[in-house]
């Protein structure tokens, strides 16, 4: 006997049940909007194209569902493309690729590209200030007074747990994030750059990594690129409950940073009490945990 239960797929709808469903959208009855709105759902990503005429419809309310179905529809899409990224991919990834995934399972609809290029502007501007023959702090120090003098990015220390603070568009739009974004955003610009920079996942706190032959410098993003020694790392985790273990300080995988991200998220969307949030978030952790 088959045990296999078979999932039922929804009809293709006609012209005429599509504007039924259509002219009950904007019902009053929330009962009725809420079993419209389950409908038009089932039928996916399909639907999305029929609804798409309806966000200038002169009916208000109409216009703010048919917008919302489809910016539902946007996530739920960007939702399976982060988690076939996650559940596909080995320890070390494209961590700008996964980011942005990442990103886009909040604001579906942002150009990927165009941040890409401002970040390859960035870039560009830093080859032209920094001396590359220079000592390693100078060459740190060009490229904090740029990014946190010139561009004027910042911790976001009024509103730290803020969930735009762990989305890199809105880092980037604002200007401001938490210790692993600006981090994140530190490290694909020196990477553009040839640096050999990484990202550093202490307890409680992100930092990034200058380390050469020669060279290991410590980087606090979210203070202005405050460059650091290692024994200053040592002490802040000898007063931390986890005290100083050389793990602490190793390189974190992108499968690492991307995981961190995730989790504080889930922490941020658990405080605020928003569920549909919260568990989006735990199926990245279990996905990335693996």
Not at 1 to 7: D, E, Q, R, Y
Not at 138 to 143: A, W
């Given at each position: 006997?088959?045990?296999?239960?078979?999932?039922e797929?929804?009809?293709?709808?006609?012209?005429?049940?599509?504007?039924?469903?259509?002219?009950?959208?904007?019902?009053?009855?929330?009962?009725?909007?809420?079993?419209?709105?389950?409908?038009i759902?089932?039928?996916?990503?399909?639907?999305?194209?029929w609804?798409q005429?309806h966000?200038?419809?002169?009916?208000?309310?109409?216009?703010?569902r048919?917008?919302?179905?489809?910016d539902?529809?946007?996530?739920?899409?960007?939702?399976?493309?982060?988690?076939?990224?996650?559940?596909?991919?080995?320890e070390?990834?494209?961590?700008?690729?996964?980011?942005?995934?990442?990103?886009?399972?909040?604001?579906?609809?942002?150009?990927?590209?165009?941040?890409?290029?401002?970040?390859d502007?960035?870039?560009?501007?830093?080859?032209e200030?920094?001396?590359?023959?220079?000592?390693?702090e100078?060459?740190?120090?060009?490229?904090?007074?740029?990014l946190?003098?010139?561009?004027?990015f910042?911790?976001?220390?009024?509103?730290?747990?803020?969930?735009?603070?762990?989305?890199?568009?809105?880092?980037?739009?604002?200007?401001?994030?938490?210790?692993?974004?600006?981090c994140?955003?530190?490290?694909?610009?020196?990477?553009?750059?040839?640096?050999?920079?990484?990202?550093?996942?202490?307890?409680?706190?992100?930092l990034?990594?200058?380390?050469?032959?020669?060279?290991?410098?410590?980087?606090?993003?979210?203070?202005?690129?405050?460059?650091?020694?290692?024994?200053?790392?040592?002490?802040?985790?000898?007063?931390?409950?986890y005290?100083f273990?050389?793990?602490?300080?190793?390189?974190?995988?992108p499968?690492r940073?991307?995981?961190?991200?995730?989790?504080?998220?889930?922490?941020?969307?658990?405080?605020?009490?928003?569920?549909?949030?919260?568990?989006?978030?735990?199926?990245?952790?279990?996905?990335?945990?693996?």
């Open positions: 006997m088959n045990s296999l239960a078979t999932v797929v929804p009809k293709a709808l006609s012209e005429s049940q599509k504007a039924a469903l259509i002219n009950l959208l904007s019902d009053e009855d929330a009962a009725v909007y809420h079993l419209v709105r389950e409908k759902l089932s039928h996916g990503q399909a639907a999305a194209q609804m005429p966000v200038l419809s002169s009916d208000a309310v109409l216009r703010r048919a917008q919302e179905i489809i539902h529809l946007a996530r739920q899409s960007a939702d399976n493309r982060f988690l076939a990224f996650c559940l596909s991919q080995g070390d990834f494209d961590v700008e690729q996964g980011t942005w995934l990442l990103a886009q399972t909040r604001y579906p609809d942002i150009n990927v590209a165009a941040y890409q290029a401002l970040l502007s960035y870039a560009g501007d830093l080859r200030r920094i001396d590359f023959g220079s000592p390693v100078r060459i740190l120090g060009t490229i904090n007074e740029y946190f003098s010139v561009l004027g910042r911790g976001n220390e009024k509103n730290y747990y803020e969930a735009d603070n762990s989305y890199l568009n809105r880092v980037i739009d604002r200007r401001t994030g938490n210790p692993i974004s600006l994140t955003f530190y490290l694909l610009l020196v990477r553009r750059l040839r640096l050999p920079v990484t990202g550093i996942g202490m307890p409680g706190h992100f990034c990594r200058f380390q050469s032959s020669t060279d290991e410098i410590y980087i606090d993003a979210f203070n202005k690129g405050k460059l650091l020694t290692k024994a200053d790392c040592v002490k802040y985790l000898l007063n931390t409950s005290g273990q050389e793990g602490l300080l190793a390189p974190a995988t499968r940073i991307l995981l961190r991200m995730c989790s504080n998220l889930h922490q941020i969307y658990l405080h605020v009490k928003q569920p549909d949030e919260t568990a989006r978030l735990q199926r990245y952790i279990v996905a990335l945990a693996k």
